[in-house]
């Protein structure tokens, strides 16, 4: 099961050597150890050098770096997005502080009697021993060690298998369990997929919970990448990323967060160079309503989102994990590097990735803004995993594009929008660039329109149920057409469900925004730009008063109009704090 998990630090924390020891993150007991090189070691030998000079990046300099050292006895260490981290870490894996000699702390003799009371008991099966036989270790974890096993009867008789067996010794917390029973139940949840790992069973006895499913004898993604020499060709690199967004977008719009996608996570089925890759290790998983944001922080340094770290997200960070898999399958280096985790952490945060140092000036145009939509550090800006497949480096119009859960929450907030905004948005679908359509036009197909070309809330309704697994159900999905009830009293066209479909800030991110913005403000004044008062305008966006002299300068003095800026603002429904920084 991939984890967080710390380390005793000790080292005094006024640098960033000192500062990172404290955190290392990753590790999957569903696999072998990564072949990656230990974290002490030079940058020199890294299969995935740096992009950056020196193996740093072109990270901005700490507020605290640039402190006069006059003003204080001694420099304050720069602020550390690990820091934060350790408090949730040891909260989910159970870490102590080191013990100290002589009698145990009340505390902690409080914290013992507390893990003796934790009920380990899970309800599965007790009889594993007399269905399966176990064979070699395959992979060893935190928390446990994945074993090839095969069937003694049953349906599985004679079968090889791959059993994940966790230690309930290492289960000190009740989070610990919690992400156990979890794992089985979004396994349990989640089936249809054939880039998603086979859940078979799941067993306990006094020890260890068994978790039995398909054995992938291919090895992993990681593995394969090594020995290409660290990268692919980008026709190879497509099929690669084709089954990750495929597998990805279904548990999207089962309500399923993975929170932990890397290479080491992604397994062949066999040794073949076509082989399918499955999907595997959700112990880090959770399941997700749409409007939903997490902040318990997870996942592995390489591949954690920027959001995560803020303790604030969503689906979204899992297609960053996809955008920093899809650059190294395409150049051979990781995105975001550095000689610790507190490094990687600051670099994810203020970095931007290289596109300049080879391979990258001979890649295609498509692929480099491929990459850029997913590793973009606005998550609202971020291509969903389905948009990703209709995307012009991936577009195949014989392919079938799944059904995607962000039309739904963006049908919602249009059905709720004023009429001015509603006004607004249909004035932007107008000045939709062409490579935007063919995802709209899938998504409605999938909608399967009335014979008059319309929709309404059943269509969206029957949508749903057609795609749905048990793990919806668990997610509350469904909950999401509840909120679109002024859709039952009303039908939609595809002009207008192109309107309420499209998101400004995914739109924002791509090269040609400014064009986009300007014929979509020509529409807007034709069609639905009108006077509006500043009390008004700021109704509108649900700001107060204080709000009135940053939204003076949106209308124009002329004709008390929105002009361009005006507009643009408008779409995103800007706040005031975003509007009006503070002076420096």
Known sequence: MGQCYGKNNLRPQNDDAADDSAVAVAGSADVPPSPLPPKDTPARANPWPSPFPHGGGTVTPSPARSTPRRFFRRPFPPPSPAKHIRASLAKRLGHAKAPKEGPIPEEEAAAAATEQSLDKSFGYGKNFGAKFEIGKEVGRGHFGHTCCAKGKKGDLKDQPVAVKIISKAKMTTAIAIEDVRREVKILKALSGHKHLVKFHDAFEDANNVYIVMELCEGGELLDRILSRGGKYSEEDAKVIVLQILSVVAFCHLQGVVHRDLKPENFLFTSRSEDADMRLIDFGLSDFIRPDERLNDIVGSAYYVAPEVLHRSYSLEADIWSIGVITYILLCGSRPFWARTESGIFRAVLRADPNFDDLPWPTASAEAKDFVKRLLNKDYRKRMTAVQALTHPWLRDDSRPIPLDILVYKLVKAYLHATPFKRAAVKALSKALPEDELPYLRAQFRLLEPNRDGHISLDNFKMALVRHATDAMRESRVLDIVNAMEPLAYRK?????????????????????????????????ESEGNRPIAVEELARELNLGPSSYSVLKDWIRNTDGKLSLLGYTKFLHGVTLRSSNPRNR
Not at 492 to 514: G, K, P, V
């Open 492 to 524: 939609m066209d595809f002009e207008e469900f192109c309107a309420a479909a499209i998101s400004t800030y995914q739109l924002e991110a791509h090269d040609r925004w400014e064009d986009i913005a300007s014929t979509a403000f020509e529409h807007f």
